[in-house]
Structures are given as structure tokens and as C-alpha cells.
């Protein structure tokens, strides 16, 4: 369900599986609908160059197969995946900038709340009516969970900056070559640089 009224959008779904699922559970027939996940934005755009937003979503994230790591009593319908999100987007000329940041929630059996925060900051400026550059900053950071008599956290925080440039040859053909380089909080860094290249064609 979406629609515009006057400055302000608007988007409800419900959806069969929670927004951290992974694709092999995106299918109907995998969840069965049995624990949806409710999910929806408002939006407000006061002028052609600013873009407002807020959205939410609330539901069950584990699959059936968690079932037998639960707590007595307990059903996948207890442990839910709150989110709440807030977006800005400015366009003016040549220039083009986003933001978004997401707190998340996971209700994990005998933990308790395992919080997350994810945001990110980008640029686009047109070089040309052809050329364009871009560049993202990109963040994750990890609450603490009880572990071992302490509080620990539950993942490692990691940020990313990406850098791109890309070129458009038509309105259906546009090439981007982007480098990214990212870091963790942890002794061991896995992917830390990338060199990307990407073809898009419209039809």
C-alpha cells in the first residue's frame, strides 16, 4: 500500500519474512506466513530539493529452524526485529546527497536485546551531463549482550568508505568503476580493499 497526499508519501507492506532473512526464506512457501513482518515509511518533501523521511518495521526474524533452541513456552513469535529508520536526500544543481540511519533490535532467547546502529553519508556530483562522480561513507556499530559475567559486544564494528566514477554513453548504457576500502574492530580484517566494475543496461 503506497500513495502520495499533498508533500507527504506513504508506504505500508507486510512481508513473510523479516528484513534481515536471508533469500532462502524469501520465498512464500518457506515461512508459510505463519510470522509476517509489518513494515511502512512516511515521507515529507517540502520543495523539489529536500526529501524527509521516517519508516519502522516490527516481526519474528528466525526460521523454523530455531525451534528447538528456544526457551519452554516460547515460540518464534516472542523474539522479534524492531527497526526504526530516518532519511534525508538534497539535490541542487549538479549535487546530489543522501543520509540514512537504521537502529535495530533483535530479541535473542536467554540474551535479551542485541542492539545495532547502521548509517551512511553520500555524495553525487555530476561532472558532466555525462560524467559523475560519487563517494559513501558507510558505518556499523554493535551493542553489548551479558557474556561470561560481563558485558561483550555482539559484533564487530566495521566502517566503509566507497568511491565511484562512472559514465553514462546513453540513456540506456552507463559504466561505473568504484574502489572501496573498509575496516573492523577485529585482529583479523577480511575483505578490507575491492576494485568493482559494473555495466548497466536499460531496456
Known sequence: L????????????????????????WQPTEMDWSNP????????????????????????????RALDTLPAGKDLDNYNQYLLGQDVSFAWRHLQLWAEVFEARFEVPTVGGADTLSYYLEARYKITPQLFAATRWNQQLYGTVPAGGSQQPWGNDIWRVDSAVGYRFTNFLQFKMQYSF????????????????????KF
Not at 2 to 25: C, M, Q, V, W
Not at 182 to 201: C, F, N, W
Open 2 to 25: 503506497l500513495g502520495t497526499i499533498h508533500h507527504f508519501d506513504y508506504a505500508f507492506e507486510i512481508k513473510n519474512a523479516a528484513i534481515s532473512s536471508r533469500p532462502d526464506s
Open 37 to 64: 513482518h509489518f513494515a511502512g515509511r512516511i515521507g515529507f518533501r517540502p520543495n523539489e530539493s529536500w526529501n524527509f523521511g521516517a519508516s519502522g518495521s516490527i516481526g519474528p526474524y528466525m526460521t523454523d
Open 182 to 201: 573498509s575496516h573492523q574492530s577485529a585482529p583479523l580484517q577480511q575483505g578490507e580493499q575491492l576494485v568493482a566494475g559494473q555495466v548497466t543496461i
